[in-house]
T-cell receptor
Framework: KAGVTQTPRYLIKTRGQQVTLSCSPISGHRSVSWYQQTPGQGLQFLFEYFSETQRNKGNFPGRFSGRQFSNSRSEMNVSTLELGDSALYLC?????????????FGPGTRLLVL | SQQGEEDPQALSIQEGENATMNCSYKTSINNLQWYRQNSGRGLVHLILIRSNEREKHSGRLRVTLDTSKKSSSLLITASRAADTASYFCATANSGYSTLTFGKGTMLLVSP
């Protein structure tokens, strides 16, 4: 099976702009989670979607949002970008068999906000 | 917020030596997972250990879990230069697909 794919891989934006990142999970995986990784805060959970519904959300401002489509592909959006939003954004998909699941990560989208 | 804390923050060893990394966490867990990350790329899943398991092996990897001490260790035997990476432990606290990560251990294996 193909792994988790994320597009774009690199992105440069300026403050105040908005950005949309895309994630395609492994075929058959219905749960998609997003994480932000920065040198200062490390890896932090953003949100998780399952069957087009957001099931869980991390402690991020409302500028961060996401959605999931019927084919399990997911997008996350960040509006009114701030310098501190510069980070590696990672998407992970899960094959939910019971609750002892493994998450498979994509290569990430590296966002630089100038 | 960070659930786990890895120890040490950085580790430098020679090829062929064993590398041990430790992880402590704060709350009860369903499972604990170890991931590897090369140079700021995506995370690669290494091993998952359930809360009712004490030890697990996968190739050159050995993971232990002590839920009474809320700690886990990852042992990489006979390290290779290709093992150079950052290693993260992550805990799953509930039935949802949410992982809480530690800050990681940077492992450098010199030829």
């Amino acid at each position: 099976k193909a792994g988790v794919t994320q597009t774009p891989r690199y992105l440069i934006k300026t403050r105040g702009q908005q950005v949309t990142l895309s994630c395609s999970p492994i075929s058959g995986h219905r749960s998609v989670s997003w994480y932000q990784q920065t040198p200062g805060q490390g890896l932090q959970f953003l949100f998780e979607y399952f069957s087009e519904t957001q099931r869980n959300k991390g402690n991020f401002p409302g500028r961060f949002s996401g959605r999931q489509f019927s084919n399990s592909r997911s997008e996350m959006n960040v509006s009114t970008l701030e310098l501190g939003d510069s980070a590696l954004y990672l998407c992970a998909s899960t094959d939910l068999k019971g609750f002892q699941e493994t998450q498979y990560f994509g290569p990430g989208t590296r966002l630089l906000v100038l | 917020s960070q659930q786990g804390e890895e120890d040490p923050q950085a580790l430098s060893i020679q090829e062929g030596e064993n590398a041990t990394m430790n992880c402590s966490y704060k709350t009860s867990i369903n499972n604990l997972q170890w991931y590897r990350q090369n140079s700021g790329r995506g995370l690669v899943h290494l091993i998952l250990i359930r809360s009712n398991e004490r030890e697990k092996h996968s190739g050159r990897l050995r993971v232990t879990l002590d839920t009474s001490k809320k700690s886990s260790s990852l042992l990489i035997t006979a390290s290779r230069a290709a093992d150079t990476a950052s290693y993260f432990c992550a805990t799953a606290n509930s039935g949802y697909s949410t992982l809480t990560f530690g800050k990681g251990t940077m492992l450098l294996v010199s030829p």
